[in-house]
Structure formats: structure tokens, C-alpha cells
Nanobody
Framework: VQLQAYGGGLVQPGGSLRLSCAASGFTLDYYAIGWFRQAPGKEREGVTCISSDDGSTYYADSVKGRFTISRDNAENTVYLQMNSLKPEDTAVYYC???????????????WGQGSQVTVSS
């Protein structure tokens, strides 16, 4: 069972990146998926999550209107499209699986290894 987040990198302010969260050894469509991020010296925070049943999505106020979470069950992958990136979006981004959408990291069981996103000119 493995969950892997990838697609991060260095981008200028105002730019875009798409993160992917791919699973191997299990099927993602049975799980809610959350994206979290952790900046240096700060606590991990929830960014967005998506339910397993009806695909309901939830966003932190700080990313609403700029980030979009989606899932492709055929590819067993969940995506995080990040547009209009700001320097304050700089962090390591993690994806995780849970039974239901939640803002608490304690409600998630499997975590990817994290992908660094750096927004800087």
C-alpha cells in the first residue's frame, strides 16, 4: 500500500502547478482524500478535501477560488490544480486518505511522502 504525491516545484507568483496523488496497492475511490500543507516553522494545515461518495469538495478560505481538487478513479489518482499561486503557498504538500472529508489530520490514515511547492520570483 503506497500513496505518492508529486508534481511540485518552483513557480513564480501568479503561476500554476498541478499536484498528483497516486495510489498503488489499493483503490482511491473508496476513500475521502485530503490535501494538507506544512510551511517551515508552521503547523500542518488542511488545504482541501474531497468525499468518496458524491465528490463533494471543501476548500480552506486561503485557497478558495484558486485551487481545485478532483479525482480520476480510472487513473486511481487525485489532483490538486493550483492557480494564481502566492509566496505564502510555499510549503510541502501532502495527500492523505480517510473515511470522510475532514480538516483534522488525525482523521486520515495513509499519507503520501510530500511534494515541495515553492512560489518565488
Amino acid at each position: 500500500v503506497q500513496l505518492q504525491a508529486y508534481g511540485g516545484g518552483l513557480v513564480q507568483p501568479g503561476g500554476s502547478l498541478r499536484l498528483s496523488c497516486a495510489a498503488s496497492g489499493f483503490t482511491l475511490d473508496y476513500y475521502a482524500i485530503g490535501w494538507f500543507r506544512q510551511a517551515p516553522g508552521k503547523e500542518r494545515e488542511g488545504v482541501t478535501c474531497i468525499s468518496s461518495d458524491d465528490g463533494s469538495t471543501y476548500y480552506a478560505d486561503s485557497v478558495k477560488g484558486r485551487f481545485t481538487i478532483s479525482r480520476d478513479n480510472a487513473e486511481n489518482t487525485v489532483y490538486l490544480q493550483m492557480n494564481s499561486l502566492k509566496p505564502e503557498d510555499t510549503a510541502v504538500y501532502y495527500c492523505a486518505t480517510g473515511l470522510r472529508p475532514s480538516w483534522s489530520s488525525n482523521d486520515y490514515d495513509y499519507w503520501g511522502q510530500g511534494s515541495q511547492v515553492t512560489v518565488s520570483s
